[in-house]
């Protein structure tokens, strides 16, 4: 399996930019999780989805964030305007519910300039 | 409030010396814990879970934990520590009677291992 991944692995991007990460679950799996993680912040749950239903997003920190996963095998998250202090690791993993076991995509390293 | 709590901010050591991680939980009832590493620029990797049975559950790369319900506590250790062991450490609990698949992390234990 390919495992947990994520696009694109970087981005570097100016304030009030768009600016929407992707991520493909493990194929099978029915629960996927947005975090973030900064050096003061730690790593901070967004939102996460329970077959393709958002369940919690109460970790988003703005109305400038949002997330969609239109299918179980895609999930988007959006931030608009973009700030300087969003920029951080976002990380997206998937589980099956039955197993609570997460798996981490590599991440996307969001610079907003 | 509930939580997951990593008393030990930074760890250094030097190789050879043992290691043990302090994760405690505030959970009653049955939980499922798990012992997350990240190495640096890398992503979060799974190093070892507990669901049920014996409590000293072995993982990868020589790691073990131990599971102590009178203690609320689940505690990484490693008889003899390497350089390439430096890594942050994150406890997590899938809290229970939760079947969301939400986990709660900890606030990460940063080690680093002196060649």
């Known amino acids: 399996d390919a495992g947990v991944i994520q696009s694109p692995r970087h981005e570097v991007t100016e304030m009030g930019q768009e600016v929407t990460l992707r991520c493909k679950p493990i194929s099978g799996h029915n629960s996927l999780f947005w975090y973030r993680q900064t050096m003061m912040r730690g790593l901070e749950l967004l939102i996460y989805?329970?077959?393709?239903?958002?369940?919690?997003d109460s970790g988003m920190p703005e109305d400038r964030f949002s997330a969609k996963m239109p299918n179980a095998s895609f999930s988007t998250l959006k931030i608009q305007p973009s700030e300087p202090r969003d920029s951080a690791v976002y990380f997206c993993a998937s589980s099956l519910l039955a197993k609570n076991i997460q798996y981490f995509g590599a991440g996307t390293r969001l610079s907003v300039l | 409030a509930q939580s997951v709590s990593q008393h030990n901010h930074h760890v250094i050591l030097s190789e050879a010396a043992s290691l043990e991680l302090g994760c405690n939980y505030s959970?009653?009832?049955?939980?499922?814990l798990f012992w997350y590493v990240q190495y640096p620029g890398q992503h979060l990797q799974l190093l070892l879970k507990?669901?049920?049975?014996?409590?000293l559950v072995k993982g990868i790369k020589g790691f073990e934990a131990e599971f102590i319900k009178s203690k609320f506590s689940f505690n990484l250790r490693k008889p003899s520590v390497q350089w390439s062991d430096t890594a942050e450490y994150f406890c997590a609990v899938k809290p229970p009677r939760s079947n969301t698949g939400k986990l709660i992390f900890g606030q990460g234990t940063t080690l680093q291992v002196k060649p």
């Open positions: 959970y009653g009832g049955t939980v499922n």
């Open positions: 507990y669901f049920s049975g014996d409590p």
């Open positions: 989805f329970n077959n393709n239903v958002p369940i919690d």
